[in-house]
C-alpha cells in the first residue's frame, strides 16, 4: 500500500534535510524555494504538498519526517 505523505509547506525553512536523507521523493521547489514531493508521486500534480509514495521508500520519507527540525513531514 503506497503511503499518504504531507508537508505544511508554508513552515519550511528550506533547509533541505528531507531532500538530503530521500532524494527520492522530495525535492526543493525553484519558485519559492521550499520542500515539495518530486512530480511522479504527487496526489495532484498541482499540488506540490500531497504525496502517494509507494512503500519501497517508507523509511527514508520516516527518515526524513523525524529528521525535519520544524516537524512539518506528516505521514498518514
Ligand atoms: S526537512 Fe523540513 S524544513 Fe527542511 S526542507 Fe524538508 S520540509 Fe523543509
Do not use: T, W
Not at 28 to 53: C, L, Q, W, Y
Amino acid at each position: 500500500m503506497p503511503i499518504r505523505v504531507k508537508i505544511d509547506r508554508d513552515q519550511c525553512i528550506a533547509d533541505m534535510v528531507c531532500v538530503s536523507l530521500c532524494p527520492d521523493v522530495f525535492e526543493m521547489d525553484p519558485n519559492d524555494g521550499k520542500a515539495s514531493i518530486k512530480k511522479e508521486f504527487r496526489a495532484d500534480p498541482n499540488d506540490p504538498s500531497v504525496g502517494e509514495v509507494p512503500d519501497q521508500y517508507k523509511e527514508c520519507v520516516e527518515n526524513a519526517a523525524n529528521s525535519c527540525p520544524v516537524n512539518i513531514i506528516h505521514i498518514e
